[in-house]
């Protein structure tokens, strides 16, 4: 028992708070906070109302929102730590859950683990969590999505518009980021300096994570392409995802 009690003692010593990945809990004054909920809100009540109504259509969009869902809470587990700006490098995932549930199911989806994150891993937070998920969820797969598109107007490959859609997704994130920290944290500092200077924190791990990303969309999608036939959902309900082309 006193071997018991020493070692609860010095964990409690040693402890160190954990970094948080995403937008750290209290970074964000209470306004921001509360603006960033405010500006997410229509974005997660638009997805909620996309997932009933595709659901309707085909009970299987639901099991795949679900599927969806676990692999960005996965995907956006893997932190790299930034220390000088109180976040995380990490991948999002949501461009590739963008391409395959659309981008209002992915604002749902990404609410889900960013909220599971906060309460059981200590990353991100449940004040920052407007914040967070209008970066990922909402900027992420919105961006995603629209460079997915015209990528494929354009008559782009299917594969590199894949990539092009994890590439925007990522960058994405945290450029929209970087503008909710030199928002509310500037200070003596003029905005733009402070957008500057979380830019070139985030760059070293941010810009090769992006590029990782985006070559994983794009293998992904297009595996899933080729093997399964999903019924109208996400980018497939356009017919611009065509199994022939890939094929050849």
């Known amino acids: 028992?006193?071997?018991?009690?020493?070692?609860?003692?010095?964990?409690?010593?040693?402890?160190?708070?954990?970094?948080?990945?995403?937008?750290?809990?209290?970074?964000?004054?209470?306004?921001?906070?509360?603006?960033?909920?405010?500006?997410?809100?229509?974005?997660?009540?638009?997805?909620?109302?996309?997932?009933?109504?595709?659901s309707q259509k085909d009970l299987r969009y639901?099991?795949?929102?679900?599927?969806?869902?676990?692999?960005?809470?996965?995907?956006?587990?893997?932190?790299?730590?930034?220390?000088?700006?109180?976040?995380?490098s990490h991948p999002a995932g949501t461009g590739f859950a963008a391409l395959l549930i659309g981008p209002a199911a992915t604002v749902v989806v990404s609410s889900i683990a960013l909220t599971l994150q906060a309460l059981f891993l200590a990353h991100g937070g449940l004040t920052t969590l407007g914040a967070n998920l209008f970066s990922m969820g909402?900027?992420?797969?919105?961006?995603?999505?629209?460079?997915?598109?015209?990528?494929?107007?354009?008559?782009?490959?299917?594969?590199?518009?894949?990539?092009?859609?994890?590439?925007?997704?990522?960058?994405?994130?945290?450029?929209?980021?970087?503008?909710?920290?030199a928002s509310a944290l500037q200070g003596e500092k003029s905005f733009f300096q402070l957008f500057t200077a979380i830019l070139i924190a985030f760059s070293p791990t941010q810009l090769p994570l992006g590029i990782l990303e985006g070559f994983l969309t794009a293998i992904g999608y297009r595996f899933l392409v080729t093997r399964l036939q999903l019924p109208g959902l996400g980018t497939w309900d356009k017919g611009l995802a065509v199994r022939n082309e890939v094929a050849q």
């Open 1 to 54: 028992m006193l071997q018991q009690h020493f070692v609860l003692f010095a964990t409690l010593i040693v402890a160190t708070p954990a970094l948080a990945m995403h937008i750290t809990e209290g970074i964000l004054p209470a306004p921001w906070a509360g603006f960033w909920f405010l500006l997410a809100a229509p974005f997660f009540l638009w997805g909620l109302r996309d997932i009933t109504l595709k």
């Open 138 to 181: 909402i900027a992420g797969a919105f961006v995603s999505y629209g460079v997915f598109i015209l990528s494929r107007r354009l008559r782009v490959p299917l594969f590199w518009a894949a990539f092009a859609a994890g590439l925007t997704a990522d960058w994405a994130t945290y450029a929209l980021t970087s503008v909710e920290l």
């Open 62 to 88: 639901k099991s795949l929102v679900a599927l969806v869902g676990a692999a960005v809470f996965i995907i956006s587990c893997m932190p790299v730590p930034v220390p000088v700006v109180g976040s995380c």
